[in-house]
């Protein structure tokens, strides 16, 4: 592989749009050859991103954090960076210029030494899976995470504490590393995700909790998980999940008043097939990039399909809405999930550009 100068320029030639198609193709295969950089890489759309839509105030404040980075590591090849990246200045604009620092910073320093700010401590944003795809991230513990579609993961602690946390939007599949302190204690890996917490120690997991579905579901695939609520509430008592358990907790706004044991009532433990490895499962298919769905009303099955498709549907009748489905994709484009869907149960759609409208049939 080349030198990290002739990969950071080309990140940001091919970010910039700068780059030519054989500087493009080197790129792609520099990616594909090493996961640690396609993550930089990532991150580094990412936070373009942000600072693109941010108001002045705000671009002005991640030029500050890189200015607060300097100040704290001694790395000669990120004061190099910072220099290059401001004789640029005068074109891309100072926020910019904070990003592909900071990023190329990461990108030479994913593992950051003892004594230094970890990346994750000026971008909280760790991940961003948009709809329609599906990505893989090696945190820094060494634990590994899958995100599905329309899914983000947040750093909340710099893992170097008495906890490792992470926040998670969306559904993800996590295979967590078992860690100590520097003491020998045992460090907790703590998932925030919709209402609930989830801390393990080391094990394997499946969440889902996007913000428009009706319920977040925990399924445990090794190791031993026990869940709360982020508001500690008195009547809400630690659930704890064993192998090969499935949870499934209603999405209740923590603000709302909740009668005495009604949500702990609530709450449903269902036992998942053991016999089946995990590719074959429903709850973990998307890994294996299949869409499966048991007896999901359109509803449902609609959420997934929006994730799936990078698509938003809209339902033009009730009557429609209650219609249930049995199946899964994996290959098909849109119109053909649609047409066999139709075979199932009958109903009409359109498609414009990325919107679906579905109806009863006439």
């Known amino acids: 592989m080349r030198n ?36 930089q890489y990532e991150l580094l759309h990412q936070l373009l991103r942000r600072t693109e839509s941010s108001s002045p105030a705000l671009q002005d404040d991640y030029t500050e954090q890189v200015q607060l980075l300097l100040t704290k590591t001694e790395s000669p090849i990120l004061h190099q960076a910072v220099k290059k990246v401001r004789r640029r200045l005068f074109y891309y604009g100072a926020a910019a210029a904070a990003v592909l620092a900071v990023a190329y910073w990461g ?6 030494p003892a004594g230094r700010l970890p990346l994750q ?33 947040f750093y909340v602690t710099d893992f170097k504490g008495r ?43 499946n969440v889902k909790a996007y913000a428009n579905d009706p319920v977040t579901t925990a399924v445990l695939y090794r190791g031993l998980i026990s869940l709360t609520r982020h508001d500690g509430a008195k009547d809400f008592q630690p659930v704890l999940l064993y192998p090969n358990q499935k949870l499934v907790i209603p999405n209740t706004p923590i603000a709302a008043p909740v009668v005495a044991g009604s949500l702990q009532e609530a709450i449903k433990i269902e036992s998942i097939d053991s016999t089946k490895a995990i590719a074959e499962r429903v709850e973990t298919a998307w890994m294996y990039n299949r869409l499966e769905f ?36 994996e290959k098909e484009t849109l119109v053909q999930a649609l047409e066999a869907l139709k075979l199932a149960n009958s109903f009409e759609y359109r498609i414009e550009h990325d919107e679906v409208f579905i109806s009863s049939s006439r």
């Open 107 to 112: 990108f030479t320093q994913l593992y950051t």
């Open 4 to 39: 990290d100068d002739f990969i950071w320029n080309l990140m940001a030639r091919a970010i910039y749009g700068e780059a030519s198609a054989s500087e493009k193709q080197a790129l792609q295969e520099y990616l594909a050859k090493n996961s640690e950089l396609q993550q």
């Open 163 to 205: 906890s490792r946390e992470v926040k998670l939007e969306g559904e993800a599949f996590f295979d967590v590393m078992p860690a100590q302190t520097a003491g020998g204690a045992r460090r907790p890996f703590i998932v925030h995700a919709g209402n609930i917490d989830i801390r393990v120690l080391g094990t394997a997991f």
């Open 294 to 329: 048991r007896g999901d009303d359109f509803v449902t099955l609609a959420h997934k399909m929006e994730a799936w498709y990078n698509i938003n549907i809209h339902f033009t009748d009730e009557r429609v809405k209650g219609l249930s489905f049995n199946g899964s994709f």
């Open 121 to 153: 401590d000026i971008y909280k944003l760790a991940l961003d899976a948009p709809k329609g795809a599906r990505k893989q991230l090696l945190l820094p513990d060494g634990s590994k995470v899958w995100l599905n579609g329309g899914s983000r993961l």
